[in-house]
């Protein structure tokens, strides 16, 4: 016969789709194929929506179309290079300080902004917190405007006065919007706007200050590319030149993070599916060799009954992928919801792409991973009507593997992660599953000996996990890496900072005091002495920047691939250089020696200056090499003389250069230090700051809070990926149970019509599921206690402690997979024994 026209075979498979829509293994792959589709939609929109949310408002991230930004200011020649080619011109100062009233004191981001600011963007501030915004305008000589948590911090009313430094500011507004507020540590912190006629006044600002100036420039494209030209080569080492193609930076690090966790968690999430995709069609492909078989007789081709059913299977996946596609859009609202406070004011939508994505990405995981026992069904001979035992000849081992490696590929490539990164993580977790699986398998078989003496419910129970046992195994590690990701997020959220806190020694500092001038030194110490019984020595501090080894550059030491290693970001910025006579503490000596064991024969030449040893490590540094910084605009050198490794989490006021004394004491410096002042003490704090204006004060408890609410933020949004990942498991282990149920089904009649209760086969149903489970949760508590060990051990080099209450994830295993699978297999139970044994 000829064959059929592609819309009769379209509307065939159409007919049959509808006929077996109730059948669980379609449901379970629609179900599959949904959450690997919203997963990767939901997290698409996120990483779509952010960076088009960066780019729109790349200038007003910088509030200018072009900033020159440093630790010092610019330079004369600098401002009338620009303002020569017509560009319009505002200067921002930035730093941090406390606000003082009689209320108490909150260290705040302060920003000090001439006429004009902002070049690009508009203001916005409210009459009073949480009241109705309005853009446009800036604070006048004498004002200060304010965010709302300054005025909740200190109970402040619109009107009030604040003391910042030596001068008092009238706050007049709230102040709800910056364009161009930082990504950076400090920005935290509630900002204070102020104008810049009034800094001088606060007496804050002084040689050494940690400052950043930044000289804002608008005007068009041709004279501020040369405005670039002119100025580039007269850049000083703390100078650097913003435009744009920087703005999508200052969103800051966690941001990127999260979108990095979160593509892993969808990762996962679309492999557990893509396996639930992969036992659905295997349990699809074998209930159809019958039909297949009869569709040969009557005429089919090959070709055409391979169609038939992978129309069935497309049409699937199409209302299953649009319908993901449609909860994942959903779906990343709520992940922007989480991320409220940590995300730009203004985030466009992201249009159809991470939608049509998310689509692909279902599609290729259905082909990828339903594609070999798909192919199965057009080598059923039609012979097979007559003799039930023919099979169809199996796929190529080949085709097998290479399809799910490609779709694992796409689905990489479409997520955009890391490669190195990726294939260490499902390398790893492949050798994990080995040999976890391995254990499993082993520990089954050792089952076969007890159930010689175990009841008739745990005989049947077991002997279904037996009859099965790389299904079993499969089971068990699925559900068990779910319930691992779980508990150790939870576990990290939770206790991560709290152990870290908890090592910290009895009154460790709780206080750091920075940019205390060279006049206020002895009064400062004296006066810490009178109010805290820990307070660390006052360090002096000059902010420089390593330009040179060995005459060599440092950015040509220092590979751009680094970017992320302790040298690359010690050669970026501008450090905090001192000097010491003695070992600060908590520094130990790994090489060289301290200044009073040097020989007396030492080249006197260069001072000595001793280097923290991750950075020495990263730089390549050793023994006698020369460095040269750049401090203030003046050349300095000084040879290594000894390495250190440093406690950074003690609290003290730690330093990754050391200079020999006398090295760079003819430099304007300011001094730092740390101190423990007890609980109850505002009243001193408040006074201690209004005493020495110009002194940052910077409550570590305060970060700590701030840092604990980016965290829980993060937390959140990975918690809720982790949510569908959890069902993706899920759906793995109904799919496992589908590819089993036919057999359970005749199991079940046979059993019945010998005469087993109902409740006999309940009673097995619950204890194999419930084994499955337990061993699941063991599994689960097993690794989560291994992964934390680890990682208190070697990432965050902390003692690591048993955590009691894994143990249970047994009980959680033991009732989550124990309802599925009761829920799973009730058609076991419900089917009829008659029924059964005639079509047997």
């Known amino acids: 016969m000829d064959g059929l026209p592609f819309s009769r075979l379209l509307g065939l498979a159409l007919r049959q789709l509808l006929r077996d829509a109730r059948s669980g293994e379609l449901r379970v792959l629609f179900f599959a194929l949904l959450i690997a589709v919203a997963v990767s939609t939901a997290i ?49 100062v930035e730093f941090s300080s406390v606000i003082a009233t009689d209320e108490g004191i909150q260290l705040a981001s302060i920003k000090a902004a001439g006429d004009g600011y902002p070049l690009r963007g508009e203001l ?68 204070v706007l102020m104008h810049l006629d009034d800094l001088e006044a606060t007496g804050i600002v002084q040689p050494g200050s940690r400052v950043r100036y930044r000289e804002l420039w608008r005007g068009e494209p041709e004279a501020l590319e040369a405005y670039r030209q002119a100025v580039r080569s007269g850049l000083a080492p703390n100078q650097r030149i913003e435009d744009a193609r920087h703005g999508n930076l200052q969103v800051g690090g966690a941001l990127g993070r999260a979108e990095r966790y979160l593509n892993l968690a969808s990762l996962a999430a679309v492999l557990l599916s893509g396996v639930a995709v992969a036992l659905s069609a295997a349990r699809f492909a074998t209930r159809r060799y019958d039909a297949s078989a009869l569709l040969r007789c009557l005429g089919l081709s090959r070709r055409e009954t391979l169609g038939l059913f992978a129309l069935q299977l497309a049409l699937l996946g199409s209302v299953a992928c649009l319908a993901g596609a449609l909860l994942g859009w959903l779906g990343q609202h709520g992940l922007f919801h989480l991320l409220d406070e940590l995300l730009p004011p203004v985030v466009p939508g992201g249009g159809l792409i991470p939608a049509l994505a998310g689509i ?85 078989r050792g089952l076969r000996h007890l159930l010689a003496r175990a009841a008739l419910p745990w005989r049947l129970g077991l002997g279904q996990l037996l009859r099965h046992p790389l299904a079993a195994a499969g089971q068990v590690l699925a559900f068990g890496l779910i319930l691992l990701a779980m508990a150790l997020i939870s576990l990290l959220r939770g206790e991560l900072l709290d152990t870290w ?39 002096p501090a000059v902010p ?75 730089l390549g540094l050793k023994l006698g090499d020369r460095l040269a910084f750049n401090v203030g605009g003046i050349q300095r050198e000084a040879r290594v003389t000894s390495l250190r490794e440093v406690k950074w989490d003690n609290f003290q006021p730690n330093f990754y250069m050391v200079f020999q004394p006398g090295t760079l004491g003819d430099l304007p410096v300011t001094y730092l230090g740390s101190f423990y002042l007890p609980a109850g003490q505002d009243r001193q704090l408040v006074e201690l700051a209004r005493a020495f204006p110009a002194v940052t004060l910077l409550q570590v408890e305060a970060l700590l809070a701030q840092l604990r609410s980016i965290l829980t933020q993060v937390t959140l949004a990975v918690e809720y990926v982790l949510l569908l990942v959890l069902a993706a498991g899920l759906t ?40 499955l489970g ?24 902390l003692p690591w402690r048993p955590h009691p209450w894994l143990l249970l994830l047994p009980l959680a295993g033991a009732l989550m997979v124990g309802v599925a699978g009761l829920l799973g297999t009730r058609r076991a139970l419900q089917t009829s024994p008659l029924a059964v044994l005639r079509e047997g």
């Open 360 to 444: 692909a990405t279902g599609l290729v995981a259905l082909v990828g991973f339903a594609l070999p026992p798909l192919a199965a069904l057009g080598r059923v001979p039609p012979l097979r009507l007559l003799r039930s035992d023919l099979l169809p000849t199996p796929p190529s081992i080949w085709l097998v593997y290479g399809a799910a490696l490609l779709a694992l590929g796409l689905i990489m490539w479409r997520l955009s992660l890391d490669l190195r990164l990726t294939l260490s993580l499902l390398g790893g977790g492949l050798i994990a599953t080995l040999l976890l699986g391995g254990l499993l398998l082993l520990g089954l």
């Open 124 to 191: 916005k501030s409210a009459a009073a917190p949480y009241q109705a915004e309005t853009a446009g305008g800036a604070p006048r000589p004498g004002e200060a405007w304010a965010e709302a948590r300054l005025f909740s911090a200190l109970n402040l009313q619109p009107g009030d006065r604040i003391d910042v430094g030596r001068t008092s500011l009238q706050l007049t507004r709230v102040l709800t919007y910056e364009p161009d507020r930082g990504g950076d540590f400090y920005s935290l912190n509630p900002h």
């Open 544 to 618: 420089g920047r390593l330009v040179a080894i060995n005459d060599e550059p440092v950015d040509q030491r220092v590979s751009k691939d680094d970017r992320d290693s302790e040298g690359r970001r010690a050669t970026r910025r501008d450090l905090s250089l001192t000097w010491s006579a003695e070992l600060p503490a908590g520094n130990r000596l790994v090489a060289g020696q301290w200044w009073d064991a040097l020989p007396d024969d030492q080249d006197s030449a260069l001072p000595g200056v001793s280097v923290e040893a991750d950075v020495a490590a990263s």
């Open 501 to 539: 806190q908890s090592q910290l020694p009895e009154n460790a500092p709780n206080h750091f005091a920075l940019n205390v001038l060279p006049a206020d030194q002895e009064a400062f110490t004296a006066r810490l002495a009178e109010l805290s019984p820990n307070a660390s020595p006052l360090y």
């Open 44 to 92: 698409g929109y996120f990483g779509a929506r952010l960076n088009a949310a960066m780019l729109l408002r790349a200038t007003e991230f910088l509030g200018a179309d072009l900033v020159l930004d440093g630790s010092s200011p610019a330079s004369a020649e600098q401002i009338e290079a620009g303002r020569r080619l017509g560009l319009e011109h505002a200067r921002v």
């Open 732 to 771: 793995v282990l109904f799919a496992g149970l589908q590819a089993t149920l036919d057999e359970r089904i005749r199991q079940g009649a046979l059993l019945r019509a010998l005469g087993a209760r109902r409740e006999l086969l309940q009673q097995a149903r619950r204890i194999e599921f419930s084994l």
């Open 774 to 797: 337990a061993c699941s949760g063991l599994l689960a508590a097993l690794g989560c206690e291994l992964v934390s060990f680890l990682l208190y051990r070697y990432a965050f080099e």
